[in-house]
Each structure stands twice: as C-alpha cells, then as structure tokens.
C-alpha cells in the first residue's frame, strides 16, 4: 500500500512538472538589425534618460568600474547571486537585437527576447505597470547608448531554483500584472509619486519583506526588511524614526542623500540616489512627488507638531557625554564619536548627523548602528562631502557594543538592544569575508 501511495504521488509530481514546463513554453522573438539613433526622437530619448534615472537601472546593471549599463553587477539573493544583465545596445552580449516587442514583453512579463524566463531580481513585477510611452522611451534610451561587448558571470543559483522554467510557477503564485492604477481621490502630485515609486522605482523590492519563495508579502507593503546585512526600515507609519519623514525632509534627502533631521544615506541606498534620484536628468518636481506620497503614508503631517520637541530635546542632549563624569561608556563615546556629532545650534547640521534623531537608534535592531560603526561611511557611500571613519581595527567588539547600548538608553526611550556584543561579532565577521 505504502509503495502504491509512493507511486502515486511521483506521477501525479512528474504530470505537475511537465504540465509546468508546457505552460512556461514562450516563444522565441526573431532578432532584428540595431535600430539607428536617428530613428528615435529626441524627446523620447531625453524622457528614457529620466526614467532610467529615476529607476536607478545603471546601478543593478553596471559593476563596479564597469561601463554604464554594461551588465555584471550581483545582487545577492537568498537563493544566490543574480547578475544584471548588460542592456546596451551590443548585438552579441547586450539587447543590441532586441526588437521593441521582445523589449516590451521582458519589462511587461518577466520574459527574454529567446523565450526564457527571467528571475524576479529583475522587478518585471514593477515595470508590468509602466505606460506604454514610457517603455518606448526606455527602449529609445538604452538603444541609444554605446554599445560594450561584456558578458556577465554565471548566476550563482543551484538546482532547483536555477531552472528558468520553474518561473512560471512563481508567476502564477505571485505575479499579476496590469498598468498603474492612479487613485482618484488623490491630487495628481501624489499620483505621480505612486507611479514613479510602485512602477518604476520599486521602493518596496528593498523595504518591503518577503517570503520564503522571494515574494513581497504585499500585506505588509513597506514594513521594512533586512537587505545584504542592513535593515531598510519601514516607509509606513511603523517607520521608527523620532521625527517623521516631513515632504521637505523626504525631498532633501532623495535628492542629496542627506537630511538634518534623519542624517545620512548609506548601503544599498546609496546608488538609489546617487546614480538615480540626485542626477540632474531627474527633475525636482519627480522627487517632490516621490517624497509626497511616502510622507503622506507615514502620515507625517499630521505628526508634524512633535518635530520641534523632539528636535529641542535631542539638541540639549547632545552633548551629554561631556558632562558625565565618572561614566566610561559616555566617556568612550566622547572620546570616539562627539567630536563628528556634537550640534550646539538651534537646529541639527547635515554634516554633523545628530543621532538622537537617526533611526539607527530607535530600530528593533541595533544592526545599521553596528555596520556604520564598524565599516564608517566612505565618500562614495553616504551625501557628498560627508564622511565617518571606519572602527573595525580600533573598538572591541565590547567597545562597539558599550557605544551601541549608551546612545540606545541616553538618547532614545526604546528598550535595550539585547546580546549586542554577539551581533558586532557577527557583523564584523560578515564584513571580513565579503572583503
């Protein structure tokens, strides 16, 4: 009886398979000539470019030193890494071939020009909401960019999950697609927000979680997730910043990678913002929007009142550790970190982020406190002209955690961080073998 059972559910299994693989069949579509430059407008081309930067595609798709859009960057995934794919207009290792139909169908559908599958680390889950006019446009755009002959490492994947086909599975599972709905009982700045964020920007790949198939849990939309060892905090109302994420602070911060009241970017963030939303291609009144649909979902202006407060408060304590004698912890803190951080005006500087107000603090975890601590912040991580010296070779892994739980009970009111000391060893080994 047992065998007869095993038996049927290997074929009842193998029929599930192949009824999968049947479905995921697409067909191949015919290679064309590279499109001439003149064959696209000028205006098209100008509208690409500002997509283009606005959804920060040259940083999943360039590596590091490499030519622009030239494919070879990893993004690291649960599964392994997926590299971005060169998308100049090259006819042997690019999209030079691609006809706009193949193009449309791969932003739209998740589907390459020889019919395979593309894996979600490619949002075509996003871009399925894109106009059609601005899917030509990006076309124009990329087809329109020197052509480099670079092919990119093979994805890291194992078996199962490196099989293409099996995407249709997941496409069932999760994928729908459809254009951009605008809600009508919003002003039309709050809808270009929406659409530039949801469809062409996916802010929720990052700060949103996932479940363990790589989906976004979409009834936990822009509650925050953990991204290649940093949290990205929640977008929402549950976001823990002391202050909230005002339109002028928002805009301030997408467009330079700074804000005086929330501090520094960092991470992955960083070429968000600094090979997308900050380059000229992308006007103010994108960013404006951006910033008015993400303030209005944390409801920041109704929590508007409580900025003065917080802010004068955080102000009289920061300089707290120079007056606290006979306590080591602030007097390592003093030693360290009060001479970059210390404001003594009516409102915090830029420059010097005030981190009684930085949401590294009033996180659940101490987890982007200790990855700033330990690795500092380069001029080529955080906004121009601000930079952090790295402590990895100069605090303990006791030092680091004795930093973390003095600034987490004097400048915050959340509970203690639990077994830091463990979490700064962790990191820090983390940080070691990525080098």
Same mark, same amino acid.
């Given at each position: 009886?047992?065998?007869?059972?095993?038996?049927?559910?290997?074929?009842?299994?193998?029929?599930?398979?192949?009824?999968?693989?049947?479905?995921?069949?697409?067909?191949?579509?015919?290679?064309?000539?590279?499109?001439?430059?003149?064959?696209?407008?000028?205006?098209?081309?100008?509208?690409?470019?500002?997509?283009?930067?606005?959804?920060?595609?040259?940083?999943?798709?360039?590596?590091?030193?490499?030519?622009?859009?030239?494919?070879?960057?990893?993004?690291?995934?649960?599964?392994?890494?997926?590299?971005?794919?060169?998308?100049?207009?090259?006819?042997?290792? =690019?999209?030079?071939?691609?006809?706009?139909?193949?193009?449309?169908?791969?932003?739209?559908?998740?589907?390459? *020009? %020889?019919?395979?599958?593309?894996? @979600?680390?490619?949002?075509?889950?996003?871009?399925?909401?894109?106009? #059609?006019?601005?899917?030509?446009?990006?076309?124009?755009?990329?087809?329109?960019?020197?052509?480099?002959?670079?092919?990119?490492?093979?994805?890291?994947?194992?078996?199962?999950?490196?099989?293409?086909? &099996?995407?249709?599975?997941?496409?069932?599972?999760?994928?729908?697609? =459809?254009?951009?709905?605008?809600? @009508?009982?919003?002003?039309?700045?709050?809808?270009?927000?929406?659409?530039?964020?949801?469809?062409?920007?996916?802010?929720?790949?990052?700060?949103?979680? *996932?479940?363990? &198939? =790589?989906?976004?849990?979409?009834?936990?939309?822009?509650?925050?997730?953990?991204?290649? =060892?940093?949290?990205? $905090?929640?977008?929402?109302?549950?976001?823990?910043? $002391?202050?909230?994420?005002?339109?002028?602070?928002?805009?301030?911060?997408?467009?330079?990678?700074?804000?005086?009241?929330?501090?520094?970017?960092?991470?992955?963030?960083?070429?968000?913002?600094?090979?997308?939303?900050?380059?000229?291609?992308?006007?103010?009144?994108?960013?404006?929007?951006?910033?008015?649909?993400?303030? #209005?979902?944390?409801?920041?202006?109704? *929590?508007?009142?409580?900025?003065?407060?917080?802010?004068?408060?955080?102000?009289?304590?920061?300089?707290?550790?120079?007056?606290?004698?006979?306590?080591? #912890?602030?007097?390592?803190?003093?030693?360290?970190?009060?001479?970059?951080?210390? !404001?003594?005006?009516?409102?915090?500087?830029?420059?010097?982020?005030?981190?009684?107000?930085?949401?590294? &603090? +009033?996180?659940?975890? $101490?987890?982007?406190?200790?990855?700033?601590?330990?690795?500092?912040?380069?001029?080529?991580?955080?906004?121009?002209?601000?930079?952090? @010296?790295?402590?990895?070779?100069?605090?303990?892994?006791?030092?680091?955690?004795?930093?973390?739980?003095?600034?987490?009970?004097?400048?915050?009111?959340?509970?203690?961080? +639990? %077994?830091?000391? !463990?979490?700064? +060893?962790?990191? *820090?080994?983390?940080?070691?073998?990525?080098?």
């Amino acid at each position: 009886m047992i065998r007869r059972i095993a038996i049927a559910i290997l074929a009842v299994a193998l029929l599930g398979m192949a009824g999968l693989l049947l479905l995921s069949r697409r067909p191949v579509i015919g290679p064309i000539g590279r499109p001439v430059p003149e064959s696209f407008s000028a205006g098209s081309i100008a509208q690409g470019e500002t997509l283009a930067a606005a959804g920060h595609c040259a940083s999943c798709h360039t590596r590091p030193g490499g030519q622009p859009f030239a494919g070879g960057y990893g993004v690291n995934t649960p599964f392994g890494i997926i590299y971005g794919t060169n998308i100049t207009p090259d006819a042997k290792t =690019g999209i030079g071939t691609w006809s706009l139909e193949a193009f449309e169908r791969a932003m739209r559908e998740g589907v390459a *020009r %020889d019919g395979s599958h593309l894996f @979600p680390a490619f949002p075509y889950y996003a871009y399925t909401k894109l106009s #059609d006019d601005d899917v030509k446009a990006l076309y124009a755009y990329l087809m329109t960019r020197t052509a480099a002959t670079a092919a990119v490492p093979a994805n890291t994947l194992p078996f199962p999950f490196k099989i293409r086909a &099996l995407q249709e599975g997941w496409k069932i599972l999760f994928f729908e697609g =459809g254009r951009f709905q605008a809600n @009508p009982s919003k002003s039309d700045e709050w809808n270009r927000g929406a659409y530039l964020a949801e469809a062409l920007s996916d802010c929720s790949a990052c700060h949103t979680p *996932r479940n363990a &198939l =790589g989906a976004e849990k979409t009834g936990h939309a822009y509650a925050g997730a953990v991204i290649d =060892g940093w949290i990205a $905090p929640a977008l929402n109302d549950a976001n823990p910043s $002391p202050v909230p994420w005002t339109q002028e602070e928002l805009f301030s911060y997408l467009r330079t990678g700074g804000s005086r009241l929330h501090g520094t970017t960092g991470a992955t963030m960083t070429p968000v913002i600094r090979e997308g939303l900050a380059l000229p291609a992308v006007p103010d009144s994108d960013v404006h929007a951006i910033a008015v649909y993400f303030s #209005d979902m944390d409801h920041a202006g109704t *929590r508007a009142c409580s900025i003065e407060v917080a802010t004068r408060e955080a102000l009289a304590n920061s300089s707290l550790a120079s007056v606290q004698e006979y306590d080591a #912890d602030a007097e390592l803190y003093a030693a360290a970190c009060i001479a970059c951080h210390y !404001n003594s005006g009516m409102v915090p500087l830029a420059a010097r982020p005030e981190l009684a107000l930085n949401s590294a &603090l +009033s996180l659940p975890e $101490p987890t982007n406190f200790l990855q700033v601590v330990l690795n500092g912040v380069s001029a080529r991580e955080g906004a121009p002209g601000l930079v952090m @010296p790295a402590y990895a070779s100069s605090l303990s892994d006791g030092d680091i955690a004795r930093l973390a739980a003095y600034l987490r009970r004097t400048r915050t009111k959340c509970p203690p961080w +639990s %077994d830091v000391e !463990n979490k700064v +060893s962790a990191i *820090r080994r983390q940080s070691t073998a990525s080098q």
